[in-house]
């Protein structure tokens, strides 16, 4: 590290583009792997560690500093990573690990050692060491090399032209031992074969949806519905082909029949479903190509499959992870409509404005369709190994049902605003009859015309828009939670309710009480 | 009355502490231009800073010269007044003002660590502390001067082809340079811009060794290939420097510790040696003289006054005109 602070002062502080060059090439000539391929990272802008943010640091010093004093020395520097190295009262002179060591712990730490760490870090380092530190750990280096003129220097130090190394470039994946092998003239140059290793998966986050729905604004998010088979990355390129299970497995060999019609340059993550003509079978189905390494031709008819794409890793050789969701997937298109396969295609993006609309599609896709539930992922995620904080969710369906008695009905908005499509209902308590919600109507036209008359017709009181009736009709109500609510009568809340069915059948005197509500109430 | 006026003038004595102006009497704690000036009548100070400012300013530039000792106390109207070791140039004092119910002690500039040569600054207990605040904000902790001057020789041994043109004040600055570097173990020459060479002869006839020094103006090109040369500041730019082909450029200073201040200087090999007090010297140092009241002559003052005030103490800037921090010898 301590190397690697020296170095990167320099660079800040040499005005000649050539003696830029000059500090580069012998810094990689002198740093031994893998810290040297790290440095490369860091200059080209390829490695960032995004938990550190500034206002962490601030936080941390501003536990050792006055705070009118700091505002003063931030005013004074102007820079807040030099004003934070400068002013780090701790000088215990530690040894520092090395540049590698460093960029690993802090990529890898829970974000709650976090502080703990850094501050030990900065303690142990001097000035220029926990400025480095701080430059890197936030990634906002500013000190005038930009990714081109650090390639620039690899090609001097290797004796090789700029072009050949952009020939290779997004071939290559930091520490670059191959690459360093290659300019050393110690190897070969570097094949590049993304598709010939598995890229660790991008997982999602059970929503909490008391907690994360509320912060979440729903243009942010993409929605798709969660296709209940395997998960799967395939690694595509030069004839060569491997479809890898979630924990890294090539499960190729079971799935003769798909393999053979993949073609393109890519890596791809998506679901393997049984299924023909793009109609999913039911996970059994996908279940018995599962059991078999060898499955015989019977077996492939039976049970063909296909694989429904959600996202892309490398396009080609370039590696596209780092680029936010959006830009990903209209990658993906563009990569499938040039290599089309009657055994892909992509998961398609529900279209939804609000999320007690997108609860009400995730309802009629688990009911209708029998979808296990919804996929939200931030539009401007980028692929992030393991299971990120905040970036994509699973949303499961598990809806609880009630029956609850109509009380009042309320004309709709719009095309239904000659309905009366906006309703309330409640359940007992004792001999009364308390509202515990209110839904709109969510089924057929017809339904709802038959409803309408019902409502006109068992009217007792109406007060403007709103009709009260006659306590008779039972809907079954489906929701997701129920929370306690001072602001209701009945002393409680569904979360996300909507009504199911109506039960022409069932006699208000079957409803649920207050009671058995309570009852779904989470502890 | 009060012993010192704000602008540092003693009534009692009548007279001044390091006036920007000519007076009739002046007590004057160190030679550097920013404190002393030419022109006044009668001037006490220790020998040193009497020989320096004759060197510079010539024999006349004041009327009557009175020398004293550190630690020697001279009658001055109603007070006593005596110099204290401050630390910072060759013969840099302190001045303590005495009067039977009050000691008031004014810093000048001064530095709490080693200066081979110089000597160190002594605390003086007293009521009220009149100290500078060059470099009065937390950020600046300097480091080991001996640690920067190894910096230097290292880059000298590594770049064998390049000078290093090393931006330097010529009073204090450049000599104290010179003693690290042969402390670090670099005996070749030196070399000497002009402005250099009167003050590094006044030091090493009062005893302190700065090795080989020379003047470019007598060396071959190749023999300034990979050599050191200090200059003033103002030098860097000047035609002067271009005799040297492509050499890298530094400087010493306290200045060079924020590294956007470097670049934006243009200045590729900083060393953070400085002859004035960091922040944590300032702190320790107040506390060390236990004065109940500080007041802060020139720099970062409202720092340092905001600490003071947080730590118990009465405290006020004085906001004294004509300290010059940027180009001296900070
Ligand atoms: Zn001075
Ligand atoms: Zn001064």
Not at chain 1, 307 to 323: A, H, K, S
Not at chain 2, 58 to 69: I, L, N, R, T
Not at chain 2, 210 to 225: F, M, N, Q, T
Request: glycine share 8%; charged share 25%; proline share 5%.
């Amino acid at each position: 590290m301590k190397t690697f602070a020296l170095f990167l002062e320099k660079l800040l502080l040499t005005p000649s583009r050539n003696q830029k060059i000059a500090y580069m090439v012998q810094y990689f000539r002198e740093a031994p792997d893998p810290d040297r391929g790290y440095a490369l990272a860091v200059l080209t802008g390829g490695l960032s560690l995004q938990n550190v943010k500034p206002k962490l640091l601030k936080d941390i010093v501003l536990e050792k500093i006055d705070e009118e004093l700091f505002q003063m020395s931030y005013d004074y520097v102007g820079d807040l990573a030099e004003t934070i190295a400068l002013i780090w009262p701790d000088h215990g002179g530690k040894a520092l690990p090395t540049l590698s060591g460093l960029i690993d712990e802090l990529a890898s730490v829970a974000p709650d050692k976090l502080p703990t760490i850094i501050a030990g870090h900065l303690s142990g380092a001097t000035a220029t060491e926990r400025w480095a530190i701080i430059k890197l750990a936030t990634g906002n280096l500013r000190i005038g090399v930009s990714a081109r003129l650090a390639k620039t220097a690899l090609a001097e130090f290797g004796g090789k032209t700029l072009d050949e190394i952009e020939h290779l470039w997004h071939g290559m994946e930091c520490p670059y031992l191959d690459l360093f092998a290659w300019l050393d003239g110690r190897a070969e140059a570097p094949q590049v074969h993304r598709h010939r290793m598995f890229h660790p998966l991008m997982l999602a986050h059970a929503l909490d949806e008391e907690k994360d729905l509320g912060g979440m604004n729903p243009a942010d998010w993409q929605a798709e519905w969660k296709w209940d088979g395997i998960r799967v990355q395939l690694g595509l390129g030069e004839g060569e082909k491997a479809m890898y299970s979630r924990t890294g497995d090539n499960i190729a060999h079971s799935f003769p029949d798909l393999m053979k019609t993949l073609n393109g340059r890519a890596v791809l993550d998506g679901e393997l479903l049984a299924g023909r003509g793009f109609e999913p079978m039911s996970f059994n189905a996908l279940q018995q190509r599962l059991n078999r390494k060898k499955p015989g031709q019977q077996m492939q008819r039976d049970y063909p499959v296909f694989v429904r794409l959600y996202d892309m890793l490398f396009d080609g050789d370039e590696d596209i992870r780092g680029l936010p969701l959006h830009e990903r997937r209209v990658r993906l298109e563009r990569w499938l409509a040039a290599n089309p396969n009657p055994q892909m295609d992509i998961s398609s993006i529900l279209s939804f404005h609000s999320w007690q609309e997108l609860a009400e599609i995730r309802v009629r896709g688990a009911e209708e369709q029998g979808h296990e539930g919804l996929m939200l992922k931030r539009r401007d995620s980028v692929y992030k190994q393991g299971r990120p904080k905040g970036l994509w969710f699973k949303w499961k369906r598990d809806a609880l049902l009630i029956d609850a008695i109509l009380m009042y009905a309320q004309r709709g908005h719009g095309k239904r605003s000659s309905y009366y499509s906006d309703y309330t209902f409640g359940v007992w308590k004792g001999n009364d009859i308390v509202p515990v919600g209110k839904a709109y109507f969510g089924f057929t036209d017809e339904e709802l015309r038959e409803l309408d008359r019902w409502v006109r017709n068992h009217t007792v009181e109406r007060f403007g828009p709103v009709r009260e009736v006659e306590k008779q009709l039972v809907f079954e109500v489906a929701f997701d939670s129920v929370q306690p609510s001072t602001r209701h009568k009945a002393g409680l809340a569904l979360r996300f309710p909507r009504i199911n069915r109506i039960r022409w059948d069932k006699p208000a005197q079957q409803a649920d009480t207050l009671e058995n509500v309570g009852k779904f109430v989470r502890q | 009355m009060d012993i010192l006026r704000h602008d540092l003038y003693i009534g009692p004595a009548g007279a001044y502490i390091d006036p920007h102006f000519p007076v009739e009497k002046a007590l004057i704690t160190h030679a550097h231009g920013d404190h002393a000036i030419r022109g006044h009548k009668h001037v006490l100070a220790t020998q040193d800073t009497i020989g320096i400012m004759k060197q510079r300013y010539g024999e006349d530039a004041a009327k009557s010269w009175q020398p004293v000792a550190y630690g020697e106390k001279t009658k001055l109207g109603s007070l006593t007044v005596s110099f204290h070791p401050a630390g910072h140039i060759l013969g840099s004092a302190q001045i303590l003002l005495e009067s039977p119910k009050q000691r008031i002690v004014v810093s000048g500039d001064y530095k709490r660590g080693f200066d081979a040569g110089i000597a160190a600054f002594e605390p003086v207990p007293c009521d009220i502390f009149v100290t500078e605040a060059t470099f009065g904000l937390p950020v600046f902790q300097h480091p080991d001067p001996l640690a920067e001057a190894q910096k230097l020789a290292h880059s000298l041994a590594k770049f064998q082809q390049q000078s290093h043109l090393i931006a330097v004040y010529a009073l204090g600055k450049a000599q104290r340079l010179i003693s690290l570097l042969r402390a670090a173990g670099y005996d070749a020459p030196i070399y000497l811009h002009g402005a250099m060479v009167g003050m590094c002869n006044y030091y090493q006839q009062r005893g302190v060794e700065l090795g080989d020094l020379r003047r470019p103006v007598d060396a071959s090109k190749e023999e300034l290939k990979g050599a050191l040369v200090l200059a003033p500041p103002s030098a860097l730019k000047e035609v002067w420097s271009r005799r040297f082909s492509d050499p890298i450029t530094g400087m010493a200073s306290g200045w060079m510790t924020v590294k956007q201040r470097v670049r934006q200087r243009g200045i590729e090999l900083p060393l953070v040696i400085s002859d004035h007090a960091d922040w944590n010297e300032l702190t320790q140092t107040i506390r060390d003289t236990d004065a109940a009241e500080v007041w802060v002559t020139h720099g970062r003052e409202d720092a340092l006054v905001h600490w003071c005030r947080k730590s118990g103490l009465a405290a006020k800037p004085l906001r004294l005109q004509g300290r010059d921090e940027e180009e001296e010898a900070a």
